[in-house]
């Protein structure tokens, strides 16, 4: 693993984070994958890569390490996967946001990797342009992956647990008020904060509550495991 930056502890992200440069680590067992995004970066004066790593358990350490805001991160790599890493990573406080990254839209990590807490996922052959993109929306605390496209990638990926996995969302989703479950439900058509507070009669800010309450009700980290769940319990 190599770094072009290190710190003591974590930096301010998202909104706070003010004027500093996106921290931006890259885990993928490619050299060459991890050179070109190098690259890539190295021409943005707001993303600078402080970190790299060749697999999963790298990674893992790496966040403690550099406390980057964003990590690009490969599924399928040796020892320790992308999957696994994200789970680790994400289930801890002051997690960097994960951006996975494949060669498949309709690959079954995608999805594992997505409910571990991942906020989005990119090809990748996707442009560069994009890919900065990307880095830069979910630096700033948003997603990159609509509930839409959730379900397009659900649609075709085979799920042989499904009727497991219906039943488990379903047993989570009933603890949430009928009020939190209809911002669920709207979270999960891929309703901003802004059309659901339309949609059901409520404040922008209230909205904010709501999700806010749900992600922590559900023990999730973003829109997107919202949507996830409420997809599995089949409720859109």
């Known amino acids: 693993m190599a770094a072009v930056a290190d710190v003591k502890g974590p930096p301010a992200a998202g909104p706070d984070r003010g004027r500093r440069p996106i921290r931006l680590a890259v885990v993928d067992d490619d050299p060459l994958v991890r050179a070109g995004l190098r690259i890539l970066v190295g021409g943005s004066p707001d993303i600078e890569v402080v970190a790299e790593a060749a697999d999963g358990a790298q990674a893992v350490s790496m966040v403690h390490a550099h406390w980057p805001d964003v990590i690009l991160m490969d599924v399928r790599m040796p020892r320790v996967d992308g999957l696994v890493a994200t789970r680790r990573i994400r289930s801890r406080p002051g997690a960097p946001e994960i951006i996975v990254l ?44 609509s509930p839409a496209v959730v379900r397009r990638l659900i649609d075709h990926v085979a799920d042989p647990v499904a009727g497991t996995r219906r039943a488990r969302a379903r047993e989570r989703l009933a603890a949430l008020t009928d009020r939190e479950r209809d911002v669920a439900v709207l979270v999960g058509q891929g309703g901003s904060n802004a059309e659901i507070a339309a949609g059901l009669g409520m404040g922008v800010p209230t909205v904010k509550g709501h999700v806010s309450r749900l992600l922590a009700k559900l023990g999730l980290n973003n829109r997107v495991q919202i949507a996830l769940l409420v997809h599995d319990a089949e409720l859109l």
Do not use: H, Q, S, W
């Not at 990797?113 to 442009?127: I, S, V, Y």
């Open 102 to 145: 494949t060669t498949f839209n309709a690959d079954e990590y995608v999805l594992d990797a997505l409910r571990g807490g991942a906020c989005g996922f990119l090809l990748k052959d996707t442009p560069p342009r994009e890919i900065l993109a990307a880095v830069r929306t979910v630096a700033a605390g948003a997603a990159i992956l």
